[in-house]
């Protein structure tokens, strides 16, 4: 099963909190034990797994990822958002989550977040899931 999921960003960086979303299309997939695999298919964005109970973390990972690649820097890119490409980079475009008894396995504090970091937009994610019903 492929679905798209399609979310919604409302600032040049932020980190949407996609979790529920991706357990909602495991659960509609009826599959019991397998994998999900999330994926960006966009390079000014990302998909990663980290800390969801304290956000305090995620404006930490945000602060930290502008000093590494800071938006005003001698770039070449003509568009204007270099820094974007080289943050997708750093956190990658896709995950994968082990799914078993139909829930995705994720640790106590783990959520799955979609990182923007050229919005606000419009963007897609891609899961796929592959496994067995029963």
């Given at each position: 099963?492929?679905?798209?999921?399609?979310?919604?960003?409302?600032?040049?960086?932020?980190?949407?909190?996609i979790t529920q979303d991706i357990q909602d299309t495991v659960s509609e997939s009826n599959i019991k034990t397998g994998m999900c695999y999330v994926y960006a298919p966009h390079t000014t964005a990302g998909i990663t797994i980290n800390e969801g109970a304290d956000p305090s973390v995620v404006k930490d990972i945000q602060a930290t990822l502008s000093k590494l690649a800071p938006v005003d820097s001698n770039y070449s890119h003509a568009e204007g958002n270099s820094d974007a490409h080289i943050k997708s980079l750093l956190t990658g475009l896709s995950e994968v989550v082990v799914i078993d008894n139909g829930k995705l396995i994720l640790g106590a504090w783990q959520s799955i977040f979609f990182c923007e970091f050229d919005g606000p937009r419009n963007r897609r994610v891609l899961v796929k899931i592959i496994g067995d019903k029963g």
């Open positions: 099963m492929l679905k798209t999921v399609n979310v919604r960003t409302k600032s040049k960086n932020e980190f949407v909190d």
